[in-house]
């Protein structure tokens, strides 16, 4: 199994709401990542775990918070976002914590109301 | 010193022709160089990666050419057709020390039937 998975595909929500996004790999993979992309842009850094634990976090407001039960699952949960937080969130992942060859999930595309 | 500089922004081709695309660097400690190909409403996906010890690589139709002197490398799409149609996100990054992927601004390629 070579693919990482996402769900919800797309997600619109309130700004009051609370929600997760969610992201599985099933490579064995030990890092793994959140990246932000909003229209005609690159993806952007967010969060990245090692081996289950908070390695990186880029400077992300505190609406946004991560979470990695396992080391096959990511879940980034969502609360009082702002309509500029709209965008498509990737999760990727990697053999280990080398930055290179990360292998990237199709997205949630959120819509924040 | 941590940009990563891509050209041009959109780009038109005839099917059957060459898709050359340009991106180059400032900071001589990157030394993994990979091409990402994004489709609309999916995530990007690793297309071919280089290292600075060779000074070319091809996979198929697709050739990264690597000069270290001018710290520039480009992509080469040979017979381009028009499933290529996506875009382009040009990275570098530094292995040792787990660097992030430092991403370009991405080009749109339209290759036209």
């Known amino acids: 199994d070579t693919e990482v998975t996402q769900t919800p595909k797309h997600l619109v929500m309130g700004m009051t709401n609370k929600k997760s996004l969610k992201c599985e790999q099933h490579m064995g993979h030990r890092a793994m990542y959140w990246y932000k992309q909003k229209a005609k842009k690159p993806p952007e850094l967010m969060f990245v775990y090692s081996y289950e634990k908070l390695s990186i976090n880029e400077s992300v407001p505190s609406r946004f918070s991560p979470e990695c039960p396992n080391s096959s699952l990511l879940n980034l949960h969502l609360h009082a976002l702002q309509p500029e937080d709209s965008a498509l969130y990737l999760c990727?992942?990697?053999?280990?914590?080398?930055?290179?060859?990360?292998?990237f999930g199709p997205g949630t595309r959120l819509t924040v109301l | 010193q941590q940009q990563v500089k891509q050209s041009p922004q959109s780009l038109i081709v005839q099917k059957g022709g060459i898709s050359i695309i340009n991106c180059a660097y400032e900071?001589?400690?990157?030394?993994?160089f990979p091409w990402y190909q994004q489709f609309p409403g999916k995530g990007p996906a690793l297309l071919i990666a280089i290292r600075p010890d060779v000074s070319e690589k091809k996979e198929g139709r697709f050739t990264i050419s690597f000069n270290k002197s001018a710290k520039q490398f480009s992509l080469h799409i040979m017979d381009s057709q028009p499933g290529d149609s996506a875009t382009y996100f040009c990275?570098?990054?530094?292995?040792?020390?787990?660097?992030?992927?430092?991403f370009g601004q991405g080009t749109r390629l339209t290759i036209n039937p």
């Open positions: 990275a570098a990054s530094r292995i040792q020390g787990a660097q992030k992927l430092v």
């Open positions: 900071n001589t400690a990157f030394d993994y």
């Open positions: 990727a992942s990697s053999q280990w914590l080398a930055y290179n060859e990360q292998f």
